[in-house]
């Protein structure tokens, strides 16, 4: 079965960039979507289509896709932005999320 | 908006089924533009896909659960279900229903979510 593969933690100053990778065999020939997870609650598209922002997602978040990584990228990375991230994708219908980030901000 | 909201048991004994359902508001249930889904988050841990269904019926099951997993939709009630087979306390989890675009647009609406503990 199709895997995706996180690091399981990044740490980033506050106002830093801030880049999660998730690999994947050939995960640039598919669409990989992100996700922010606070505790507690549902998680969030942050990123669909490899690099498009939903409405209401603020412009720090950007994303890129390419050969076997696709990166979430923070800009600027502000305090509340500190939360789990998941990458995601489609191994023909099947639907296959990343083991996730915790992403730190001190 | 559309909302969704998942109900049922809290806590199920283990070698039983697990039964939820999610309610759809503010939305049809039968656009041919999405499908539907369920994801679960055990205890500290990642997400993971359970299954998904089209209006139409049509299903698609994570291989690891497949043998477990039944999704049904009632497009009646404006409802889709989640029963899961044979129990044990790997399945305890926060489980979530959610909207699921294809063609790379994710899950864009999720429901709050419902814990289910298996337990005797």
């Known amino acids: 079965s199709y895997e995706l593969t996180q690091p399981p933690s990044v740490s980033v100053s506050p106002g830093q960039t801030a880049s999660i990778t998730c690999s994947g065999d050939?995960?640039?020939?598919?669409?990989a979507c992100w996700y922010q997870q606070k505790p507690g609650q549902s998680p969030v598209v942050v990123i669909y289509?490899?690099?498009k922002r939903p409405s209401g997602i603020p412009e720090r978040f950007s994303g890129s896709n390419s050969g076997n990584t696709a990166t979430l990228t923070i800009s600027g990375t502000q305090a509340m932005d500190e939360a789990d991230y998941y990458c995601?994708?489609?191994?023909?219908?099947?639907?296959?999320f990343g083991g996730g980030t915790k992403l730190t901000v001190l | 908006q559309l909302q969704l909201q998942e109900s049922g048991p809290g806590l199920v004994k283990p070698s039983e089924t697990l039964s939820l359902t999610c309610t759809v508001s503010?939305?049809?249930?039968?656009?041919?533009?999405?499908?539907w889904g369920w994801i679960r988050q055990p205890p500290g841990k990642g997400l993971e896909w359970i299954g998904s269904i089209y209006y139409s019926g049509s299903t698609y099951y994570n291989p690891s659960l497949k043998s477990r997993v039944t999704i049904s939709v009632d497009t009646s009630k404006k409802q889709f279900s989640l029963k899961l087979s044979s129990v044990t306390a790997a399945d305890t989890a926060v489980y979530y229903c959610?909207?699921?675009f294809g063609g790379g647009y994710g899950m864009d609406v999720w429901g709050q979510g419902t814990t289910v503990t298996v337990s005797s």
């Open positions: 995601q994708a489609w191994d023909s219908s099947a639907v296959v």
């Open positions: 289509q490899d690099s």
């Open positions: 050939k995960l640039g020939d598919k669409y």
């Open positions: 503010g939305d049809s249930i039968n656009s041919t533009s999405y499908y």
């Open positions: 959610a909207r699921l």
